[in-house]
T-cell receptor, first 115, second 112 residues
Framework: GAGVSQSPSNKVTEKGKDVELRCDPISGHTALYWYRQRLGQGLEFLIYFQGNSAPDKSGLPSDRFSAERTGESVSTLTIQRTQQEDSAVYLC?????????????FGPGTRLLVL | KQEVTQIPAALSVPEGENLVLNCSFTDSAIYNLQWFRQDPGKGLTSLLLIQSSQREQTSGRLNASLDKSSGRSTLYIAASQPGDSATYLCAVRPGRDDKIIFGKGTRLHILP
């Protein structure tokens, strides 16, 4: 594909429900990142996948957040028992080899609203 | 703890003007610094990445400088165009294995 894609583009849910966000990275990119951007705030790193290595989960805000990645393809970010403070734009990015010298390519984001 | 600050939060300038966006970080020991552009509905686009050993990077009308000792980076945009209107984000990687830390961005509006 031409770039990183994310779905859904928008999601409205009720407090307490679970949501699943999807990210399709650029084909061939081994590194995948999830970020969150709350209204008026900067981007927050959530989790990083690199090949078959154990993911870096240091940014996950609570145990309600989890993410999976199948091989070097699709990733899903799951938020269980959503809270209003989870409302944010969730951004996914990928890079070719995960080198810190590389540029990350971002998807359009999923805008999550928890009522 | 590394913190990234961007000033101003918002900026409006007439088309054609040259402008400078500022980014400051509290810990001068960084691995690299990156400037992004954020357009609504399109996610982020990486503009320039500066390694800690570099002092500047250029791409087209954009020039980014890095002064680690003073904890500052600037993004210079020459001959601004309405299409440059977007939010510009500065991001720092403190160390090789550290996560990226973003500033809150500068919302730029170029007036036609």
């Amino acid at each position: 594909g031409a770039g990183v894609s994310q779905s859904p583009s928008n999601k409205v849910t009720e407090k307490g429900k679970d949501v699943e966000l999807r990210c399709d990275p650029i084909s061939g990119h081994t590194a995948l990142y999830w970020y969150r951007q709350r209204l008026g705030q900067g981007l927050e790193f959530l989790i990083y996948f690199q090949g078959n290595s154990a993911p870096d989960k240091s940014g996950l805000p609570s145990d309600r957040f989890s993410a999976e990645r199948t091989g070097e393809s699709v990733s899903t970010l799951t938020i269980q028992r959503t809270q209003q403070e989870d409302s944010a734009v969730y951004l996914c990015a990928s890079s070719l080899a995960g080198s810190l010298l590389e540029t990350q390519y971002f998807g359009p984001g999923t805008r999550l609203l928890v009522l | 703890k590394q913190e990234v600050t961007q000033i101003p939060a918002a900026l409006s300038v007439p088309e054609g003007e040259n402008l400078v966006l500022n980014c400051s970080f509290t810990d001068s020991a960084i691995y690299n610094l990156q400037w992004f552009r954020q357009d609504p509905g399109k996610g982020l686009t990486s503009l320039l990445l500066i390694q800690s050993s570099q002092r500047e990077q250029t791409s087209g009308r954009l020039n980014a400088s890095l002064d680690k000792s003073s904890g500052r980076s600037t993004l210079y945009i020459a001959a601004s165009q309405p299409g440059d209107s977007a939010t510009y984000l500065c991001a720092v990687r403190p160390g090789r294995d550290d996560k990226i830390i973003f500033g809150k961005g500068t919302r730029l509006h170029i007036l036609p």
